[in-house]
Every structure is written in C-alpha cells, then in structure tokens.
C-alpha cells in the first residue's frame, strides 16, 4: 500500500466551485506539505503544517485554504476555484532521516491530483 | 528570495554518463536535494548534500560547492528507465527550512 495517498487522482471542475483534495498518510511524519506544479516552474508550497496545530502558508497560498484534521490527515480546499488554479498538486510528508551528511528530513510525495478549472 | 536555474532539457545516449547543473542564490543554505520525477508521476528522493563535495550513491553522485552556488547531479551508464525530469531543490533557513524547488531538467536518453 502507498505511504501517502491523495483523492481525487483526477477532478474537472467549474469556476467558482469549491473544491477539496485529501491528503492522507501512514508514514507517522508530523509534517505535511502541499505544492503544486505547473509546466516550467516546479514544485511551488501553498501551505505545510509542522503537527496538528501549526499551520502555515507558503509561497502561493492566496486562493487556498487547508485543515489538518488529524496527524495522518491534511487537506487542502479551493474556496472559489478559478482557471489558472488548474495544475498537478501534489501533498508531501517529511520526518527526521539521518543521511551520510547529517539530518536530511526528506520529503515523501503523493501520487498527485490532476485539477483542470473550467 | 531564492533564484534557482537550471537547464529546460538534455538529451544523452543510452549507457553514456551525462551531467545535471543547477546554481542557485540563496541566503541561509541548509541544504540541497535532488529529485527526480517520471511523467506524470511523483517526485522521489535521490540525494542530499549539505557539505561540499561529492556524495555517491549507486550510477549517481551528487556533487556541491557552497561558496560558487553550484550543484551537478551526475548518471552514470545510462538506461531508457533514466529518462525523466530532475529537480534541484534548495532548503534555507530563512526560508523557514521549506525546501524551493528549480524548474526541473527533462533528461531524455535514447538508444
């Protein structure tokens, strides 16, 4: 079974619809993050959470929202979606790994949710 | 900010060895990751540096130099299965030790 799973996998939406994406995890991390993607431009963080109470925004979070519902849990929300929300999101959890070179808290991906707004 | 740059796309041959360059501008540097990620799918880890020189892990090494902003990911004996995006990411603790990531190099080897 994956470690970290997201649902939906794929959603077609409307403009100002709202939309959720789930997020759940069963590697024990406390920290989860979601970013999305977009051709040309990499991986962007819209929001992390460091544990069930701590929340806070990344580099893009305007137009978004998340909750962290429990450890394992984290989801994020598209209030009124619009047409350039429309990209690959992916959710992410990270621990404290011990590499060659000291603490390297490596991050785990979700499979991704393709998101197309009309 | 943080400015991280690295080339669109690379071809290489199958069973060559090809190199991956990624610079990068930042303040309080806390360590650098590569990833790669095939179409479509999730990114996964490959490697770490936080000191400089070479870490080697397998057909790929990573390599940093600190003071020049430079990174290199390096394949070794080349397979079809190598064929995907790489993506250099930069963690800073002025950045809260959230990770940014580079644009990401397409490698596509051919037979």
């Known amino acids: 079974d994956a470690d970290v799973t997201q649902t939906p996998r794929n959603r077609i939406t409307k403009t100002g619809k709202r939309i959720m994406l789930e997020c759940s995890q069963t590697?024990?991390?406390?920290?989860m993050y979601w970013y999305r993607q977009d051709p040309g431009l990499g991986l962007r963080l819209i929001y992390y959470s460091f544990d069930v109470k701590d929340i806070n925004k990344g580099e893009i979070s305007d137009g978004y929202s998340v909750s962290r519902q429990a450890q394992a849990k984290f989801s994020l929300s598209l209030e009124s979606a619009i047409p350039n929300q429309t990209a690959l999101y992916f959710c992410a959890t990270s621990g404290r790994g011990q590499g060659a070179q000291g603490t390297t808290d490596e991050q785990f991906f979700g499979p991704g949710t393709r998101l197309t707004v009309l | 900010g943080q400015n991280i740059d690295q080339p669109t796309e690379m071809t290489a041959t199958e069973g060559a060895i090809v190199q991956i360059n990624c610079t990068y501008q930042?303040?309080?540097?806390?360590?650098l990751f590569w990833y790669q990620q095939h179409a479509g799918e999730a990114p996964t880890f490959l490697s770490y540096n936080v000191l400089d020189g070479l870490e080697e892990k397998g057909r790929f090494s990573s390599f940093l130099s600190r003071s020049k902003g430079y990174s290199y990911l390096l394949l070794k004996e080349l397979q079809m299965k190598d064929s995907a995006s790489y993506l250099c990411?930069?963690?800073?603790?002025?950045?809260?030790?959230?990770?940014?990531f580079g644009g990401g190099t397409r490698l596509m080897v051919k037979p």
């Open positions: 590697k024990g991390h406390d920290r």
């Open positions: 930042t303040s309080g540097f806390n360590g």
């Open positions: 990411a930069v963690r800073s603790y002025n950045a809260g030790n959230m990770l940014t």
